[in-house]
């Protein structure tokens, strides 16, 4: 198969394209394996609303949870098997990827409970658990940039497992994670451990930027409603100038000659809220070498067709975007609420999707006692 123009180009950029999904059936029908072939997709995230939406009321799931409620298993250990299986398949299909790229790409990621963003010791706890269940080099364990993260992020990388940061809003924030993700691979080094194998990303979310701050540029009027539509690229690109500035620092390079990586800025949230945005908007405007863009399957199908991408991001440009959110502030946005509101409420999403998640399995392993 050929791969399509549009998303080589971006590859051939220096962009990654993970997909923002997963699914048994979307492994068992080949539509995965598809878009590996045909749309440079070399990665995939989960979340615990895309396991939420795979799962329940999905009959493939139907045998495996039966056999798992015969023995004895509960909901929490039903859904954990689910999960890290689909995880462990995805990563299977991916493994020539993982090795043809020496792990930077071929990767699919898991997240720790959404129930414990607040809790240090028992997110480490679980991130280790899960990447030993799951069994597969090429696995990311998802830890959310929450303040009680921060930490996590540390061990466990020191730890020598692969973290994919998520639920990043505000560049202050992005600064700690990336100091965090130092911290670790000079722990690591100090443990002896190889640091060449470890490898991490940071999840930058973007278009729910736009959403919050537009409804409060709405609210403010007059000239502040020029302004929709722009803070959300701005913010993700004032993000990509600090990433260079610290993996450019004499830290870093320390690490790097031991052989570290960098820790990749990821875009997420990139499927548009406001239909009056090109669909693209987050992705043409966010190429940058290196970047991951973690796309769901409509965004990528809207890239493969028409997108046309803005010259790749330098220093320059992401000085020039510190100017559009200063603009924001100004006109009266209260960034600094705006960012703890969206992490608040990315935490309080995925933990109620998880919560339904739960409570759905609960009701097949019910039927399936009957």
Same mark, same amino acid.
């Given at each position: 198969m050929t791969q399509n123009s549009n998303t080589q180009n971006l590859s051939d950029a220096g962009v990654s394209i993970w997909l923002d999904d997963l699914s048994r059936q979307r492994m068992s029908s080949g539509n995965l394996q598809e878009l590996i072939d045909t749309r440079n997709v070399v990665g995939v995230t989960t979340n615990p609303s895309i396991f939420q939406a795979a799962i329940s009321g999905r009959s493939e799931y139907d045998a495996d949870i039966a056999r798992l409620s015969g023995e004895g298993k509960d909901v929490d250990a039903v859904v954990e098997v689910l999960t890290t299986d689909d995880v462990r398949s995805a990563a299977d299909l991916f493994s020539d990827v993982h090795a043809a790229t020496k792990g930077f790409d071929g990767r699919v990621s898991i997240e720790v409970d959404p129930? $414990?963003? =607040?809790?240090?010791e028992k997110t480490i706890e679980q991130a280790k658990h899960l990447f030993e269940v799951v069994g597969r080099e090429n696995v990311m364990v998802k830890i959310p940039a929450t303040a009680a993260g921060i930490p996590a992020i540390t061990a466990v990388i020191a730890e020598g497992i692969s973290v994919n940061v998520t639920l990043i809003f505000s560049v202050t924030r992005y600064l700690e994670v990336m100091d965090a993700y130092l911290a670790g691979l000079e722990q690591a080094a100090q443990a002896g451990k190889d640091l060449s194998t470890i490898h991490s990303v940071a999840s930058f979310f973007v278009s729910r930027v736009d959403a919050e701050i537009d409804k409060r540029l709405a609210d403010l009027g007059g000239e502040?409603?020029? $302004? *929709?539509?722009? +803070?959300?690229? @701005? %913010? @993700?690109?004032?993000?990509?100038?600090?990433? $260079?500035?610290?993996?450019?620092?004499?830290?870093?390079? @320390? $690490?790097?000659?031991?052989? +570290? =990586?960098?820790? *990749?800025p990821l875009w997420a949230s990139t499927?548009?809220? %406001?239909?009056?945005?090109?669909?693209?908007?987050?992705?043409? %405007?966010?190429? @940058?070498?290196?970047?991951?863009?973690?796309?769901?399957?409509?965004?990528?199908e809207a890239t493969a067709d028409h997108s046309e991408p803005a010259a790749p991001l330098t220093a320059e440009k992401a000085a020039s975007a510190e100017t559009v959110l200063q603009r924001v502030a100004q006109a009266g946005v209260d960034l600094d609420d705006v960012f703890a509101l969206l992490e608040r409420e990315g935490v309080e999403k995925f933990e109620k999707a998880w919560n339904e998640l739960l409570e759905t399995v609960s009701a097949s392993i019910d039927d399936a006692r009957a």
């Amino acid at each position: 198969m050929t791969q399509n123009s549009n998303t080589q180009n971006l590859s051939d950029a220096g962009v990654s394209i993970w997909l923002d999904d997963l699914s048994r059936q979307r492994m068992s029908s080949g539509n995965l394996q598809e878009l590996i072939d045909t749309r440079n997709v070399v990665g995939v995230t989960t979340n615990p609303s895309i396991f939420q939406a795979a799962i329940s009321g999905r009959s493939e799931y139907d045998a495996d949870i039966a056999r798992l409620s015969g023995e004895g298993k509960d909901v929490d250990a039903v859904v954990e098997v689910l999960t890290t299986d689909d995880v462990r398949s995805a990563a299977d299909l991916f493994s020539d990827v993982h090795a043809a790229t020496k792990g930077f790409d071929g990767r699919v990621s898991i997240e720790v409970d959404p129930r $414990l963003a =607040h809790e240090t010791e028992k997110t480490i706890e679980q991130a280790k658990h899960l990447f030993e269940v799951v069994g597969r080099e090429n696995v990311m364990v998802k830890i959310p940039a929450t303040a009680a993260g921060i930490p996590a992020i540390t061990a466990v990388i020191a730890e020598g497992i692969s973290v994919n940061v998520t639920l990043i809003f505000s560049v202050t924030r992005y600064l700690e994670v990336m100091d965090a993700y130092l911290a670790g691979l000079e722990q690591a080094a100090q443990a002896g451990k190889d640091l060449s194998t470890i490898h991490s990303v940071a999840s930058f979310f973007v278009s729910r930027v736009d959403a919050e701050i537009d409804k409060r540029l709405a609210d403010l009027g007059g000239e502040a409603e020029t $302004l *929709r539509g722009s +803070a959300g690229v @701005a %913010n @993700a690109q004032v993000a990509f100038g600090k990433y $260079l500035e610290v993996f450019g620092s004499e830290r870093f390079t @320390a $690490l790097s000659s031991q052989g +570290a =990586h960098v820790q *990749r800025p990821l875009w997420a949230s990139t499927g548009v809220k %406001n239909p009056d945005y090109a669909d693209t908007l987050y992705v043409d %405007n966010l190429v @940058a070498d290196p970047s991951v863009n973690t796309m769901p399957e409509k965004t990528l199908e809207a890239t493969a067709d028409h997108s046309e991408p803005a010259a790749p991001l330098t220093a320059e440009k992401a000085a020039s975007a510190e100017t559009v959110l200063q603009r924001v502030a100004q006109a009266g946005v209260d960034l600094d609420d705006v960012f703890a509101l969206l992490e608040r409420e990315g935490v309080e999403k995925f933990e109620k999707a998880w919560n339904e998640l739960l409570e759905t399995v609960s009701a097949s392993i019910d039927d399936a006692r009957a």
